[in-house]
């Protein structure tokens, strides 16, 4: 079993210190820039955005040993040109956003900000009032307008956290594997505790972004599942696909190791 790591600033710390070599891993593991959910083999574990699991939740379980959770701010921004709600309809434009930053955005632009959204595009939107960004991007202060954390907008409405990524194993996983992959887990996380320093400077290396900034992003990451981030886990999926328009419903979580 082979461990596939998505790559984004989200998830940085992660394959930071895994390229970095900080940490013995003990499984295979590979890093793809916007891993999705085809890209993951029967016999693959990954750690995904959240809105891949919907498309994988037949072949595979979670484990809660890593994740990346967002407490009350992220790595998702809404820029406007406006005042939000001084907009009552747009298109939504996705830049570098991912499926997790997608179910985000659907899940607060008309819950909480009250735009009626035409459309979620990631292609150009000329006529768009609305913009939702990820990453690097989402972390440069604008040059004009109006910028909104949908982290912060998605706490105030649920009084949630934010599950931007998940650890998922095969269904067919043997107790072996699975052992195998917490250990790896715990192994990472520790990693990321015992060499922030280096791996903060290695992210502002490669990124350009401010170290302050990224500091007080990261201070607000958690990197496991607890069991209070389950409710808004399974909340984020189904408030953000209430059209089942991102892909496959998801009724329920499934863990691994239980019923």
């Not at 040993?65 to 709600?85: C, H, I, N, S, W």
């Amino acid at each position: 079993m082979r461990l596939l790591l998505d790559e984004s600033l989200a998830t940085l710390p992660v394959t930071e210190t895994v390229r970095g070599e900080l940490a013995a891993p003990g499984l295979p593991i590979e890093i793809l820039h916007g891993l999705k959910a085809a890209d993951v083999g029967p016999d693959d574990a990954a750690l995904i955005n959240t809105g891949e699991y919907g498309e994988l939740q037949e072949t595979h379980q979670l484990l809660p040993d890593l994740a990346v959770v967002f407490d009350k701010e992220g790595p998702v921004m809404m820029r406007t040109p406006v005042r939000p709600d001084e907009i009552e309809r747009t298109p939504i434009r996705l830049i570098d956003a991912g499926s997790s930053a997608e179910l985000l955005a659907r899940a607060t632009m008309n819950s909480f900000f009250g735009i009626m959204p035409d459309g979620f595009l990631r292609d150009d939107a000329p006529d768009s009032q609305a913009v939702v960004v990820e990453g690097a991007m989402a972390l440069t202060p604008p040059e004009a307008g109006f910028n909104e954390d949908l982290t912060r907008a998605w706490f105030i409405l649920t009084s949630e956290a934010y599950v931007s990524h998940l650890l998922v194993i095969p269904n067919e996983a043997s107790e072996q594997q699975r052992a195998a992959l917490v250990k790896t887990a715990t192994t990472l996380k520790t990693a990321i505790a015992e060499h922030r320093r280096d791996i903060r400077t290695r992210i502002v290396e490669s990124t350009g972004l401010d170290r302050d900034r990224l500091t007080a992003l990261f201070q607000a990451t958690r990197w496991s599942l607890e069991p209070e981030d389950r409710r808004a886990l399974l909340l984020l999926l189904q408030l953000g696909n209430k059209s089942r328009q991102a892909g496959p419903y998801v009724s329920k979580l499934q863990f691994a190791g239980e019923e």
